[in-house]
């Protein structure tokens, strides 16, 4: 009988054996950037298989103006399909905003799961929650970006939120203030290791 066997994988300790040669957990990383006066933008990216890919926010920047604050500071990101990834502002206020994300995919058996979606905090809440398929909370980090329909140019509790991993099916977004006058709109990734 093998002592000190470690089952980690989807099969086990076998589940890693293909990865062994591999010179990476990691099968491709992709920097995405776009420019544009439009809300959302879709960029194209090399093929990834979606099961195995998450979407990091790098931040989006604009030019200050009375009309297009904090609306154009403010970007989400969401893998719609393959090839395809999405950068999201509220609005444009006519002035174009940078939006940029990275794009990891992982290789084959490295994540159990990889989940995605989002929750709205509306203006009369400071929380909302998304619910996801059962995770290990030990082996679960999350990601979030987000944005909000605010058109206002002074600083604000209104705009910002966090995110929690709560328990092993709740993800919560909380914000500072209560009520508020602005939604906020929040899109996640949720990776699960095995």
Same mark, same amino acid.
Do not use: H
């Given at each position: 009988?093998?002592?000190?066997?470690?089952?980690?994988?989807?099969?086990?300790?076998?589940?890693?054996?293909?990865?062994?040669? %591999?010179?990476?957990?990691?099968? &491709? /990383? !992709?920097?995405? *950037?776009?420019?544009?006066? +439009?809300?959302?933008? #879709?960029? @194209?990216?090399?093929?990834?298989?979606?099961?195995?890919?998450?979407?990091?926010?790098?931040?989006?920047?604009?030019?200050?103006?009375?009309?297009?604050?904090?609306?154009?500071?403010?970007?989400?990101?969401?893998?719609?399909?393959?090839?395809?990834?999405?950068?999201?502002?509220?609005?444009?206020?006519?002035?174009?905003?940078?939006?940029?994300?990275?794009?990891?995919?992982? %290789?084959?058996?490295?994540?159990? &799961? /990889? !989940?995605?979606? *989002?929750?709205?905090?509306? +203006?009369?809440?400071? #929380?909302? @929650?998304?619910?996801?398929?059962?995770?290990?909370?030990?082996?679960?980090?999350?990601?979030?970006?987000?944005?909000?329909?605010?058109?206002?140019?002074?600083?604000?509790?209104?705009?910002?939120?966090?995110?929690?991993?709560?328990?092993?099916?709740?993800?919560?977004?909380?914000?500072?203030?209560?009520?508020?006058?602005?939604?906020?709109?929040?899109?996640?990734?949720?990776?699960?290791?095995?």
């Amino acid at each position: 009988m093998r002592r000190n066997r470690n089952f980690i994988g989807p099969a086990g300790m076998g589940g890693m054996v293909g990865l062994w040669s %591999a010179s990476s957990l990691i099968r &491709s /990383i !992709q920097y995405v *950037s776009v420019a544009s006066t +439009t809300a959302a933008e #879709s960029v @194209t990216i090399a093929a990834v298989n979606v099961a195995n890919t998450a979407v990091i926010a790098l931040g989006p920047s604009s030019a200050y103006t009375a009309g297009n604050s904090p609306s154009t500071c403010f970007a989400t990101v969401n893998l719609v399909n393959s090839t395809t990834v999405t950068l999201a502002v509220s609005a444009t206020g006519g002035a174009s905003s940078t939006r940029k994300a990275v794009v990891i995919e992982f %290789a084959p058996g490295v994540v159990k &799961s /990889i !989940q995605s979606g *989002s929750a709205t905090i509306n +203006t009369s809440t400071a #929380s909302a @929650t998304a619910t996801i398929t059962g995770v290990d909370t030990a082996k679960t980090w999350i990601t979030m970006s987000t944005l909000t329909n605010s058109d206002a140019g002074s600083v604000s509790g209104d705009w910002c939120a966090t995110s929690t991993l709560t328990n092993a099916t709740t993800i919560t977004f909380t914000r500072q203030t209560s009520p508020a006058s602005y939604n906020i709109t929040c899109r996640f990734f949720a990776v699960e290791y095995f």
